[in-house]
């Protein structure tokens, strides 16, 4: 199997080969978005799609040749190095951009139902700070038509966004997401702990512990929640997430579907005053 071949069985879509260097590119699960990487060091290669795999992928040729581990070995350290350097330089970044924004209402939200909803807005893009143990690390952007990107070189990997009103722990991909499901809890008069992961595959990064899933109703929602092992809240209309279903409902209704699943016992002495 050719490395391009072996590429597309994770999902990656390559149009041409670049050796040498990590690429990005679309996935079949995000056509839209370069959720997938790549790189190819002469008989050797790796892949990764962000939304599904937990790690690399390694490739080697199966043509009967000499591999130089050390270049391999050598080549992955100075790549670490540049990886170390760039997720600095995000982290920098982030915290200028925090430093500049002003709270305000954006038509991103807006456009998701949360006409009152302020959130951090810098040069006209709604900033989602995103930390790990607490720190501060990258960001995501959205645009007022709901493009999203996050800091090039940022960290991503377990990189989280929190609502945390001291009470159950909900993990789910999206930010609008987390809002319905936070209005969703209000009305139920629920405390809530609600996780934005901004990736499936950093639902797995977080579900290590007890919690509860709300995932997308896609193939890489479902399939994601499902191996998270974690209870979990799905909508039963295809394409369907969160915050669609709360939008279409009303939150009162989209909060006793939530709690048919947060059903544990440790609820009750959540309950919210």
Request: aromatic residues 10%.
């Amino acid at each position: 199997m050719n490395f391009q071949s072996f590429a597309e069985q994770h999902g990656l879509i390559i149009k041409s080969l670049t050796q040498d260097k990590w690429v990005r590119v679309p996935t079949r699960d995000h056509p839209h978005k370069l959720n997938g990487s790549y790189k190819l060091v002469g008989d050797a290669g790796w892949v990764i799609n962000f939304a599904t795999m937990e790690g690399h992928a390694m490739w080697r040729s199966d043509k009967p040749q000499a591999i130089d581990y050390d270049k391999i070995r050598r080549q992955a350290q100075e790549d670490e190095k540049k990886r170390a350097q760039a997720r600095k330089k995000a982290s920098g970044k982030a915290a200028w951009i925090m430093k500049n924004a002003t709270k305000q209402t954006h038509e991103y939200l807006i456009s998701k139902g949360f006409p009152q909803e302020k959130g951090w807005v810098w040069n006209n893009l709604l900033v989602v700070p995103m930390r790990v143990g607490g720190s501060l690390v990258g960001c995501q952007l959205i645009t007022p038509e709901g493009d999203k990107k996050f800091l090039t070189g940022q960290q991503t990997k377990g990189a989280t966004a929190e609502f945390d009103n001291k009470g159950v722990k909900i993990l789910c991909e999206g930010y609008a997401t987390a809002l319905s499901i936070r209005r969703a809890m209000k009305a139920m008069r629920q405390r809530y702990k609600i996780v934005v992961c901004f990736s499936a595959n950093n639902i797995l990064e977080s579900a290590k512990e007890p919690c509860y899933v709300v995932a997308d109703n896609d193939p890489t929602g479902l399939s994601v929640a499902q191996r998270t092992g974690q209870p979990y809240w799905v909508s039963d209309i295809k394409g369907e997430d969160f915050n669609d279903f709360e939008i279409r409902t009303g939150a009162q209704y989209a909060g006793e579907s939530l709690m048919n699943v947060l059903s544990s016992g440790f609820l009750s002495k959540d309950r919210a005053a």
